[in-house]
């Protein structure tokens, strides 16, 4: 029982390349949710996906697209990445109001 | 004004010392309330919700005081392991929880 996996664990990208972070759950949530944290700013919700098949925005999704692929996985998409993205993102599956994060991937954009 | 917050602190303790840290919500309407752990560079990961009646676990107490709007969290007899920062969490009875900015503790020996 892996609960909520996340590739890569790192990624640095040029300003305007493209990249997908990946992120599976096993745990069977219907909930699954990105967030980007920074420093200062706590953590803040990107896109979330109440159950298979829907997504919604949350507080900052410009910049970024999901794909919520099947109830295990959803993914987040960078079309064009700039600076401002540089970030650590989580993913997050939850239950009854409880999350459970993923590992973490440490983005760097130059 | 933020709708949930936190003092960032840090609050700087030494090993067995009992330390509180409270968090306010702004949103009346918020149903459900936790607190989460996170290491440096590691994930949040829940350490107990807090219910009308108050929740412990071992040396944790987790408070909810729905007339002043501000749930706590207490730590008896502080671990150097216990050094971390803690996350309030606010849920609205929608999909999106509201997280805190944090509060960090630092336990010295």
């Known amino acids: 029982n892996a609960g909520v996996t996340q590739t890569p664990k790192f990624q640095v990208l040029k300003t305007g390349q493209s990249m997908t972070l990946q992120c599976a759950q096993d745990m069977n949530h219907n909930s699954m949710y990105w967030y980007r944290q920074d420093p200062g700013m706590g953590l803040r919700l990107i896109y979330y996906s109440a159950s298979e098949g829907t997504t919604d925005k949350g507080e900052v999704p410009n910049g970024y697209n999901v794909s919520r692929l099947n109830k295990r996985e959803f993914s987040l998409r960078l079309e064009s990445a700039a600076p401002s993205q540089t970030s650590v993102y989580f993913c997050a599956s939850e239950a009854v109001y409880e999350q459970y994060f993923g590992p973490g991937t440490r983005l760097t954009v130059t | 004004r933020k709708e949930v917050e936190q003092d960032p602190g840090p609050f700087n303790v030494p090993e067995g010392a009992t330390v509180a840290f409270n968090c306010t919500y702004s949103?009346?309407?918020?149903?459900?309330f936790f607190w989460y752990r996170q290491d440096c560079r590691k994930e949040p990961k829940l350490l107990m919700s807090?219910?009308?009646s108050g929740n412990e676990d071992g040396r944790f107490t987790a408070q909810l005081n729905r007339a002043s709007q501000y749930i706590s969290l207490l730590i008896r007899d502080s671990k150097l392991s216990d050094s971390a920062t803690y996350l309030c969490?606010?849920?609205?009875?929608?999909?999106?929880?509201?997280f805190g900015r944090g509060t960090s503790l630092i336990v010295h020996p």
């Open positions: 949103n009346s309407a918020s149903q459900s």
């Open positions: 969490v606010v849920n609205q009875g929608s999909y999106i929880p509201t």
């Open positions: 807090v219910y009308s």
